[in-house]
Structures are given as C-alpha cells and as structure tokens.
C-alpha cells in the first residue's frame, strides 16, 4: 500500500510517500481502506523525537489520528462492524497506548495511508452517518470530542463572557459555534481570519497581543499556548473565573500568578464526555462541524503536515485518498 512515512526521528520536510505492506487485523481489529484523513499536532511531534524517552517509535512511523473509510475487512470476535461499512473516528498510535484510556484504548497503525487497523471496540470509531460527508468526517473526529468536551468540562452558563485562545485553528472553528450560543465571545484571530471567526459566532475579534486581551471575563479557552505560560490569560478572568485548558505542559495553579481561578484541564481519552457515535450524531442533526482551511492528495500529505508545523493554517488540514 501506499503511505506517508517518517523513516527515522526528523522535522516533516523529511517524511516521504512510501510502499509498505498494508496491516491486517487481527482478533477485536478491523482494516478500514482510507478514503481521507486529517492532520493533528502528535504527527508533528512524535516524529520530531521530542517525546522518544517516553513514548519511542518504531521505523517507519505512518502519521495520522483522525479518518474516515470503508471497512474493509474484520478480525475474528468483531460483531459491530461488517465489510463494506462506513466509519470514522480517531485513534492514537501504539506508542500511546499508555495515554489512550485505561478500559478501551483507541489504537491505530497511522492514517496517512490506504488502509490502516483500529480497536472494533474503542469508543472514538463509530459508523459515519450518510449525512456526513467522507471530507468532513476525516476532519471531524479529534476536534469534535474536544469541542464536545471542553463545553462539557466549562459548564458555560447563558449570558457569560469568554475568550477563545487560538480560535482558527481546528478546535477553535469547532468551538466557536457551540460557544456563542451560550456565551459573548472574543476570539483571538489575525486580519485575515477575522471575518471567518465572526462568522463562527464570535462578537469580538483581537489580534494575539496579551494587551488587546479583554478585562473581567468569565471563561478563557485556551487552545495554542503552552500550559506554562498562562498567566496574562489567567489575569484576564473576574475572581472565581473559569480557566480551560488542553495544551501541555499540564497548567498548575502556580502557573497563574493569582489563586482565585478554576483552572480546567480537558484530555478526555477514555470517552468520558461521550464517544464517536456522539459526535456522528450532532453532526447529523447540524449541531457539529469542522471547517476545513487546506485539502491535500495522499502524495501531497508530507506537505499537508509541513504546512502545519511551518505555516499559519485555519482550520482542519485534510488528505484525501
């Protein structure tokens, strides 16, 4: 088959379009043949080798968390799934399985390929409903459950005031609709991207500047900055304020510089704020979309996630197969 591959530890300039034996399932497995696919950070990061102590890989590495496909064969002890289904979902690759869930992990052999194995059993793959194009699906799933989770974790109440921290990327396009309907959102942004996030349903835009920041709000979002770095987004907050968080280092509450914040971080692996088949079932009643910025062949799926980690990109990335 044909795949994208990072062959040792190295920037994305250097992975390649390869030829590698497709995997097959095994027991509790499915192969889905890959109709497109999506780009996240961890295929940046974990070929670049800034986490091999902790989580080593093995060469050649195929990126890719998020899909959408046909199943297009089952292991021995698969009742859920039958050839020739339509799923979509994500799954992390085997070198985190320590950090997919401690009852159903979701696994994966990488994405950015024609075919690829997942758990039948993980909570992140469900069937794609029809109303749900193959496109929307590949961007959907790692962006949908955090969307999904942080509104959950937040527990924005009507008529608040919030700030969104990064909101063009592939989180913040998610959020930004389920937000504003409870909330008055600013929204980070640049020039360009002002009227796309205005759209989405924030009612202010600033630019990145922590001065533009605005005063006494109750909710910061924080999708881009470092965990240990948040202290001009923290200051911005009325007392008792809420802080959500998904970005590493894991924020601490000395990272704040002031006590009196609810500090929320939102890595939600075990499907505790709800699965795959939640999501494919707001995005079929409308209420959950992606926004895809760039869209990409599988030859071109090196580029795709060099254009993530060197360019300004709004939105989901995907490669279609």
Known sequence: MKAVAALDYGPPEAYTVTDLP????????????????????????????EFREQFPLQFPHVPGNDFAGTVSEVGPGVDAYRVGDEVFGHAVPRALKALAGSERPSLGTGSLAEYAVFEADAPFIAHRPPALDVETAAALPTVGLTARALMAAAEVTAGATALVIGATG???TTLLPLLAVAAEVTATATAADAELVRSLGAAAVIGYDPEAYPSDVDYVFNLVLPGDAL?????????GGRLV???FPVTQPEHLGRDDVDLRFVLDMDGRYGGMADVAAAAARGDLDAVIGRRYTLDQGPQAITDFARRHTTGKLVVRL
Do not use: E, F, H, W
Request: aromatic share 0%.
């Open 22 to 49: 497709a995997p097959r399932p095994g027991p509790g497995q499915i192969q889905v043949r890959i109709a497109a696919a999506s780009i996240n950070p961890a295929d940046v990061q974990l070929p670049s080798g």
């Open 170 to 172: 592939g989180v913040g």
């Open 231 to 239: 202290a001009d987004a923290a200051r911005v907050l009325k007392p």
């Open 245 to 247: 968080t998904i970005t």
